[in-house]
């Protein structure tokens, strides 16, 4: 679709600023980019860039209380909405610019019908009656894929599963036809087999009415697949900018390159993924000079010292960047010499396919809950969570389990290591049924049996210190340990997981995600286990961050041979990590085997349609991107 | 001869507590961290003063003794006798303004009464005028209907308020804390029947649970004022105490609120990935219960515990005002304010007997929550080092 040159929405060195207690947060700071008529622009970067922040200026959101816009604008046609006033604003909202929010669970009001909801906008922006904004609106709905709109516009929320819900939130932000629709993270909250189509549908919307559409995310392949023109987004600032074609196939900063390499595909399975050091840093203290200085792997001795500016440099390298590396002058000065990096190429990682004894084996497992109705709870059904799976797991293997949400695979992975108890079937550790074990009994085999979970913020107790909750398991599995020595296996699995002996009197919330989910690692590590169950355990990861984890967990389980039960739905993760892959659907195993064979040739219906439905950027072109080369050094 | 009333033991547990949390900082550990955060703030360490002031007066107030009277009859029945009155160590150290009656009511630092009367006057002649006080220039907040003063009865319901709100709050917490853990932690059947019993209590309507059982038990025993020698156990010990029956009373009919509070907040932990991550360390419920989820609800225990304070010590005024609170020889915000109310109706009004009251409870309740506010923070590792 070719569209008109002149951009529709412009934003010209944006600048958003937040009180924090420390100091002010340049949380977007000079961001410009033009998104023309009909067209995709992408947002994209590792959470705590900013690319939230710039959605909300845009719709002109900021929170008045701790935040302001500090600079810059925003032309929307004519208008600059930067300086409207609130009232004015309210007309602009909506009408001609409006937005879709990641959680379609806390976006909608739970106590009015979502016709009304959809409804409202209409009738305040196109001064319709009651009548004719209900008649819109069910064609609204049917537009957006409701068979039966009519039933959906007296519906409630709860009543409508995430992905109708997106849907709805969909129809109510392009009821009016704005000119720009803001998507901000709009699929990350939904399951991956229903992902895709909230995205299709999006671009159906798009090009029936030509809106321009900011979509953020940090999902790669989704930018990949369906954005028009890409912007990386990196402490407030945009470092590279470009159509989707170029900026994949070529990329140029060595933030788009790491962000890139770091995602887990089949073809890295035999590497340690290239991860990004650290973490981004706070927007109230960035770098001086490049702000991706210290984390980069081209770091070069001028990059901490002069701030690179976005430019095209030149035809040769095809669409702006924010980097030294490709500025002439700079690279012909004493400052290009390149930092010496302590991150070399990734090791290979080789491990070895022969028959491993079977540690655990799971037969006929039941778990269900009961569904009590009624003055005396009569149970008057079962949800049947986990029914009837068998799944073994080998010495030192990776078992992956996957499914959408709400398939039982977390129930049964807790049912395994008995946090939950199952009715019925049998968990064979090493000839022993956990499941006819009492609670005491139960507790010896515990040292053998961790688990590591998703949430890195709800899983560590706020209020005790690092030193307490690594070895909380110490303490308890192995009473006859003295103090002195729990601190010491304390600090020394704290330093293999990459954290310092300095963390031991610290408490959680001084970490960030990545470093609370490499404690809750090290938590599990501390009563040196040969099982562990990882539920979902990268999943509320950044994909930099994620890919340190997943580098952490693999070499872990090669150093101490640690069997793995893999809870995810994210396939990507399952192609890098593990050896079989069961796929889960209601409760029940549908298919159950080698990685290898069940990505290349998937039997059931289920798994065809899973892997069919998640965006997948082709490994080759992953692994083709290099990072660019500093040419030698001065002497 | 030293008495002990049942109420004096509140006090005493209130200053030990409060004695061991200082020895408790001299150390490292975590009391240590939180009064260096205390520290921070002037605001907070300006509250602890006034709060400590407090104290000091409430434990003043709580350890009396009666005075041997050495009259002939005393010596004729075979040793001593001892005063009926025990007066405290803040009556003693009071005694000017104790004993400093005057007829009537006179408005602060006044020099002569509120009201005319008859005075004969040298000549014979009779006029009415105001008096001239017994005592002019000592009453800074005036004096009562009956003479006396005003400072004196406000400083003597310290003790009161001290009792009534430390006393019911630590039948409350321990009862909330407990009911509302086992309830929200284990469910099922047990959080049935304490669900079952609070919700019970919670709809018998406050007041007339309050004053059935004052009426049961309140009425016989120690009063206020003199000490009968049948209230009197092991010479020194007075077990029933009018003023101990309504902390407990209170503290039973108010726990319902905190231990809703406590189920719902257990609930929500319970299933948090910690308390999970725990279990699969193998701890065991009490663990559990003491190590991830008591210390997770500090915040709610102390923010009820200020408003619970704050409340206990108007109920106690309210009370006294239908005559079911503490004693009338007591002193007490509660009864003063309760005169106050006919005195306001007058012209010109006496506002003095309120103003103390007021002042006496502001002084007590707005630094009590400044505390307790930074205690909160100052528990929590997530708002420490701002």
């Known amino acids: 679709m070719k569209e008109s040159q002149t951009p529709v929405v412009e934003v010209i060195g944006l600048k958003t ?33 900013g690319k939230s922040v710039t959605a909300l200026s845009i719709i002109g959101l900021i929170d008045r209380h701790s935040g302001w816009i500090e600079g810059g604008k925003v032309r929307l046609g004519n208008e600059e909405l930067t300086s409207l006033d609130e009232s004015t604003m309210r007309q602009v909202r909506g009408m001609r610019v409006s937005m879709i929010f990641q959680e379609p669970m ?92 909230i995205v299709r549908l999006i671009k159906e919307m798009q090009s029936e009415t030509s809106m321009a559409v900011l979509l953020i995310t940090h999902n790669m392949a989704l930018v990949y697949k369906n954005a028009d023109e890409v912007g990386v987004m990196y402490a407030g600032k945009i470092v ?78 095809g669409h702006p960047v924010a980097c030294h590396l490709y500025d002439a002058p700079f690279m012909a000065s004493r400052s290009a010499r390149l930092v010496a990096s302590a991150e070399g190429v990734p090791a290979p990682l080789d491990k070895t396919h022969n028959e491993r004894p079977v540690l655990l084996e799971v037969r006929n497992l039941k778990t269900w809950y009961p569904i009590r109705r009624g003055l005396f709870k009569r149970v008057v059904g079962h949800v049947k969570a986990v029914d009837g799976i068998s799944l073994s797991i080998r010495k030192g293997m990776t078992l992956a ?112 995600g990545g470093q609370r989910q490499r404690i809750g690692i090290a938590r599990a590590l501390a009563v040196e286990p040969e099982f562990i169950v990882c539920d979902e355990a990268v999943s509320a990861l950044d994909v930099s961050v994620q890919a340190q984890i997943l580098n952490l967990l693999k070499s872990i389980q090669l150093d101490m041979g640690i069997a793995m039960l893999f809870i995810t739905h994210d396939l990507g993760v399952v192609e890098y990590m593990a050896d079989e892959v069961a796929v889960m659907y209601d409760g029940k195993i549908v298919e159950h085997g080698n990685v290898e064979e069940i990505f290349a040739r998937p039997r059931h219906e289920y798994t065809k349609k899973l892997l069919a439905a998640v965006p997948r950027i082709d490994s080759a072109l992953i692994e083709s991107l290099k990072l660019p080369v500093v040419p030698a050094a001065w002497p | 001869m030293p008495i002990i009333l049942a109420t004096d033991l509140f006090v005493y547990l209130l200053v030990a507590a409060g004695a061991y949390f200082v020895v408790k900082t001299r150390g490292a550990g975590q009391a240590a961290d939180v009064l260096r955060e205390l520290r921070k703030r002037r605001l907070t360490m300006a509250a602890l003063t006034v709060l400590a002031i407090y104290a000091g007066v409430a434990l003043m107030d709580s350890v009396r003794w009666r005075d041997a009277l050495d009259s002939d009859v005393a010596a004729g029945n075979n040793g001593r006798i001892y005063s009926p009155e025990a007066l405290s160590l803040l009556d003693r150290a009071l005694g000017g303004l104790r004993l400093a009656q005057e007829k009537t009511y006179s408005s602060p630092l006044a020099s002569r009464l509120f009201t005319k009367e008859n005075a004969l006057l040298a000549s014979g002649e009779v006029r009415r005028e105001y008096a001239p006080l017994k005592y002019p220039g000592i009453h800074l907040l005036g004096t009562d209907k009956v003479g006396s003063d005003v400072l004196y009865m406000a400083v003597k319901g310290v003790r009161t308020a001290i009792i009534i709100g430390a006393g019911a709050t630590i039948i409350i917490i321990p009862f909330a804390i407990f009911f509302g853990v086992i309830a929200g932690y284990f469910g099922g059947v047990i959080d049935d029947v304490i669900q079952y019993v609070y919700t019970t209590l919670a ?89 991830h989820v008591v210390p997770n609800l500090m915040h709610l225990v102390v923010i009820t515990f200020v408003l619970q304070f704050s409340s206990l010590v108007l109920a106690e005024a309210v009370l006294s005002y239908i005559g079911i609170g503490v004693g009338p020889q007591t002193g007490s915000w509660g009864n003063m304010i309760n005169t106050a109310r006919l005195e306001l109706s007058r012209a010109p009004v006496v506002w003095w007997n309120l103003a103390g009251a007021f002042a006496g409870m502001f002084f007590l309740v707005l630094p009590a929550n400044v505390f307790a506010d930074a205690v909160r923070d100052a528990l929590d590792p997530r708002l420490r080092n701002r």
């Open chain 1, 17 to 49: 600023y937040f009180r924090s207690s420390s100091g002010v947060a340049r949380a977007v700071d000079g961001v410009s980019f033009g998104i023309r008529k009909g067209s995709t622009f992408a947002l994209v970067g590792e959470s705590g860039c």
């Open chain 1, 401 to 512: 389990l996957v499914g959408e949400s709400g398939c039982g695979k977390s129930t049964a992975g807790k049912s395994i290591i008995r946090l939950i108890t199952p009715d019925a079937g049998e968990v064979l550790y090493m000839g022993k049924d956990l499941c006819a074990m009492k609670e005491g009994e139960l507790r010896p085999l515990r040292r053998r049996m961790q688990m590591i979970f998703q949430d890195p913020y709800s899983s560590l107790d706020p209020r005790r210190t690092i030193m307490n909750t690594v070895g909380e398991g110490l303490e308890i599995l192995y009473p006859e340990m003295s103090r002195r020595s729990r601190i010491a296996k304390t600090a020394s699995v704290l330093e293999r997981v990459g954290l310092g002996y300095d963390a031991l009197n610290r408490y959680p919330h001084e970490f960030s």
């Open chain 2, 203 to 291: 709809s018998i309507p406050g007041v007339l649970l309050i004053v059935a059982f004052m009426l049961l038990f309140g009425n016989r025993g120690y009063q206020g004022g003199s000490v009968a020698p049948d209230d009197v156990v092991l010479g020194v010990f007075v077990p029933n105490d009018r003023l101990m029956w309504l902390c407990l009373i209170l503290g039973i009919t108010s726990w319902t609120d905190l231990c809703r509070l406590i189920r719902g907040e257990t609930l929500k932990l319970r299933e948090l990935e910690y308390v999970q991550a725990a279990r699969a360390l193998g701890a065991g419920k009490l663990r559990i219960i003491y190590a």
């Open chain 1, 106 to 197: 806390t976006s909608l009001n739970p106590v009015i019908c979502v016709g009304e909801q959809v409804a409202e906008g209409i009738r305040l922006h196109q001064k319709a009656s009651k009548q004719d904004a209900r008649v819109i609106t069910v064609a609204m709905l049917s537009r957006v894929g409701f068979d039966e709109p009519e039933r959906i516009y007296r519906a409630y929320p709860h009543t409508l599963s995430g992905g109708q819900r997106q849907r709805v939130m969909i129809a109510m932000a392009v009821a009016c036809k704005p000119e720009l629709l803001i998507a901000d993270e709009p699929t990350t909250a939904l399951d991956v087999t229903i992902q895709e189509g």
């Open chain 1, 240 to 317: 590279e900018a470009g159509s989707v074609k170029t900026l994949f196939s070529k990329p140029l900063h060595p933030y788009t390159i790491k962000l890139l390499r770091s995602m887990p595909v089949a073809g890295q399975r035999t590497h340690a993924l290239d991860a990004i050091r650290g973490s981004v840093p706070d927007a109230a203290s960035y770098p001086s000079g490049c702000r991706f200085s210290g984390r980069c792997p081209r770091e070069m001795a001028g990059c901490a010292q002069k701030e690179p500016e976005l430019v095209l440099r030149g035809q040769e390298h």
